[in-house]
């Protein structure tokens, strides 16, 4: 019999059906959409693959090759994996565990009552993955595939079969966070033509198994923290619902006037330097300058006055309101007398002052009384400031206010705006900021990720 291991609850582990080189073996947990595609796809590469359901349905109908889901030939590999002996299906998640070398959890990870996560289906899975754990002598990898909040793998499935194995992570057993990217309907033609394979890892050892699993349709997996790996799936999502909204609401913006948004968006997505790039996409300080706020104002205007309706877009101005509260209210928490801003322009090589976002931090530090030493490369006490000081003023009340004391605040070095001051602030990157950064002994809230590397203990970042 094929599904020889259904309804299976016997103590012993299953013995296996084939050895297939040295191909690690597979036990899958929750045979839904993730599972069902996981089984037929890797027993497909040849691996041993056990998979694991409460659903009996799921169970039978995986176990004789049938797909419990709508997906473009899905059945025809999980029927081959049953014909190969490949596939075998099971209740008994202990046993299973025992029987493989690895464990991927696909189990469903629903809404709680209060919106956030329901991990009991984590959790119980997790409890007998430690049981099957402890049966065994050799090393195990557990992999999390479930889109869980960040934190969770560590937090709330390690623990777990920690204590039900009786043995620590690292030690018997490691762990791996695998998000799952495929796009369902095309989910297993994603599967070997991945746009990234993500390995989040506790140990090399770990990463290493689960990279020898996906090299035949990914050489080049991004090994990263279990954290990271979590987070990027979310991410990802989030990113993928703001590029759709946008589109839409271009649409919505093209339609009444007449422009054809297709013809639009045909255009915008061959810019590959700037729009459909990593430009733009690292967390840093606020958007600024001459152009952007200016663009957005005009763009939501248009909407307003055309009755339609853009929520993404009218609130990119509220979301920059609040990087640059973020960064006001963090130079007060230093309750700092004395600020050194280093970079007043929104960007490094200009000496264009309009809507450079940390000239509202240094009005609301300039309101509460808090002295502020500026410098800049590209502005000096001799550039001429009434123009861009014509702009200030008429800006928000706080800029008015502010405008007639910059010139003063305007220091010609580096050393001259952080001498008696009790914290920097950092708006542009450059090697003489990093260092200065680096040198003192000041509090640094630095918003452009002055580091690559390690960053000083005293820089800390908005987003970072
Ligand atoms: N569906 C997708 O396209 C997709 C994509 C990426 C990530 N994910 C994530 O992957 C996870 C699984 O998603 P899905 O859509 O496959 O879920 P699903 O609800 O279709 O399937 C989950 C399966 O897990 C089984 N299960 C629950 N607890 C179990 C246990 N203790 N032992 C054995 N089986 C158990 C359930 O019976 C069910 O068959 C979720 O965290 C989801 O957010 C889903």
Known sequence: MLNAAINSNAATPLAPLHIVGEKPSISIVGLGYVGAVSTACLSSLGHRIVGVDLDETKIAQIGEGK??????????????????????TTNDLVDAVADTDVTFVSVGTPTSEDGGCDYRFIESAARSIGEG????????????????????????????????????????????????????????????APPKTVIGATCEKSADILKSVYSPVDDTPII???????????????????????????????KPLNVDSHDVMDVFVQDTKLNLSPYYLKPGFAYGGSCLPKEVRAVTHIAKG????????????????????????????????????????????????RESPILEVIADLHAKGIKVQIHDPAITTQTPLAGQLAYVQHGSSGLRDVAPALPEMICENIEG???????????????????????????????????????????????W
Request: proline content about 4%.
């Open 417 to 463: 705006a952080v001498q008696n001051a009790d914290a920097i602030l950092v708006t542009q990157k450059n090697k003489a900021y990093a260092t200065a950064a680096k040198e003192s002994t000041l509090p640094v809230i630095d918003l452009v990720r002055l580091f690559d590397g390690e960053t000083p203990e005293n820089c800390t970042g908005i987003g």
């Open 306 to 353: 055309l009755g339609v309706s853009l929520p993404m877009i009218e609130n990119l101005d509220v979301s920059n309101k609040a990087h640059i509260d973020a960064a006001t209210q963090m130079a007060e928490a230093t309750q700092a007398k004395t600020v050194a801003v280093l970079g007043l322009a929104f960007k490094p090589g200009t000496d264009d002052l």
């Open 67 to 88: 797909a419990p889901i709508h997906e473009a030939n899905l059945e025809k590999l999980l029927s081959e994996g049953v014909d190969a002996q490949l596939i075998t």
């Open 224 to 254: 990263t923290s279990i954290e990271t790996a979590e987070m990027v799936k979310y991410v990802d999502n989030v990113w993928h619902a703001a590029k759709v909204c946008f589109a839409n609401e271009v649409g919505r913006l093209c």
């Open 133 to 192: 754990i402890a049966l065994k002598s050799d090393f195990h990898v557990v992999v999390m595939r479930c889109s869980i909040p960040p934190g969770t793998t560590m937090r709330v499935m390690t623990p777990i079969i920690e204590e039900y194995s009786g043995k620590k992570l690292g030690d018997g057993f490691g762990v791996c966070f695998n998000p799952e990217f495929l796009r369902e309907g095309v989910a297993v033609a994603d599967f070997y």
